[in-house]
């Protein structure tokens, strides 16, 4: 039986783990705020945003599919769906990254080169292929949207045993998934982040009813032992996300839903939008005081300018992934 209860803490995670993203890029430059300023000691851990993006994915994108009665047969529909979703926001945000840096130039505060395109670059970021090479992402957080493509394909083909009555599937295939990790120890391929997408698929296991809260407790316990003996930062961030999917999926506070309804696009645009603020100020001022301002003034401009993108960019992309189903590949 499938549930139909709206799970707000995955909305009010998906908000929060945006604006840790946004805070720790608009704070973490150690030449803009003195050492001990309280955004910038705060924000430091703002990536770990990341992290908690990992683990909603985890339960989210299963999730919807079993709603969907997903088949292998659908993975074409599968991935055109999410294409659909993801790649619009994220190629726009390409194109006002261009633009926005070309417009930088002509400021005469301006201090880097001259304005030039790499379009051997440029052309590598569609299908986030920069990965696998030595040409940067235009954008810090672009390497995450490659993982989670990863992802994608990875859950696309692993769906049916994810869904398999007896536990012994899953503890195989995160089993293997995770064993590779240590042959292509490579962070920029998706194995070495099972845990995260791990921890997500347990909860959607047990949420939907498959798994006891024995099985549940068990695997639980692992994928986060292995989280904690990796990074005990990540686990003590990690840990109330996971708790709060699980315990209280009701979760939720003021402004947690408009923050959720923004957080791709909140986290796709705030390097540009936010950074241009932030780096002019730079030049302006040393005060600490109107340094701490102008990274509070950058992070409300960048979500008023994320609603917009949302509105004009996203919003269109989502209804029009929408309407792509699985109905045409089983009749």
């Known amino acids: 039986m499938i549930k139909k209860e709206k799970i707000d803490a995955i909305d009010s995670l998906r908000g929060i783990a945006a604006l ?6 608009l704070s973490n430059n150690p030449n803009f705020l003195d050492k001990g300023n309280i955004i910038r000691e705060v924000g430091q851990y703002g990536w770990t945003g990341v992290e908690i993006f990992f683990i909603i994915s985890g339960f989210v994108i299963p999730y919807s599919m079993y709603k969907a009665k997903y088949e292998l047969k659908n993975i074409k529909n599968f991935l055109l769906r999410r294409i659909t979703r993801i790649e619009p926001p994220y190629l726009v945000s390409i194109v006002l990254i261009i633009v926005l840096n070309y ?7 301006y201090r880097g080169t001259g304005f030039e395109i790499d379009y051997t670059n440029l052309l590598l970021h569609i299908g986030y292929l920069n990965i696998f090479t030595d040409y940067p992402f235009y954008s810090p957080v672009y390497w995450t949207l490659a993982i989670e493509f990863q992802y994608y394909i990875v859950i696309a083909l692993i769906f049916p045993l994810l869904i398999r009555k007896p536990i012994v599937y899953l503890v195989i295939a ?3 998934w995770y064993g590779l990790s240590f042959l292509v120890p490579n962070p920029n391929f998706i194995f070495k982040y099972m845990p995260y997408f791990g921890l997500g698929i347990v909860l959607f296991r047990n949420y939907i009813g498959i798994d006891t809260e024995i099985y549940f407790y068990a695997l ?3 994928l986060l032992g292995i989280l904690f003996f990796e990074s005990r930062l990540i686990f003590y961030i990690i840990l109330p996300a996971f708790l709060l999917i699980k315990y209280f999926p009701k979760f939720k506070f003021w402004g947690s839903a408009f923050l959720g309804l923004i957080s791709y696009s909140l986290y796709l645009i705030h390097v540009p939008i936010g950074g241009r603020i932030i780096n002019i100020t730079e030049v302006l001022t040393t005060n600490q005081s109107l340094r701490t301002t102008a990274v509070l003034v950058a992070i409300t401009i960048c979500i008023i300018t994320s609603y917009i993108y949302y509105l004009l960019i996203e919003k269109p992309s989502l209804n029009l992934a929408k309407k792509i189903n699985y109905k045409e590949e089983k009749e």
């Open 20 to 25: 840790m993203v946004c805070v720790f890029h």
């Open 103 to 109: 417009v930088s130039t002509l400021s005469p505060y």
């Open 174 to 176: 995160l089993g293997i």
């Open 220 to 222: 639980s316990v692992a």
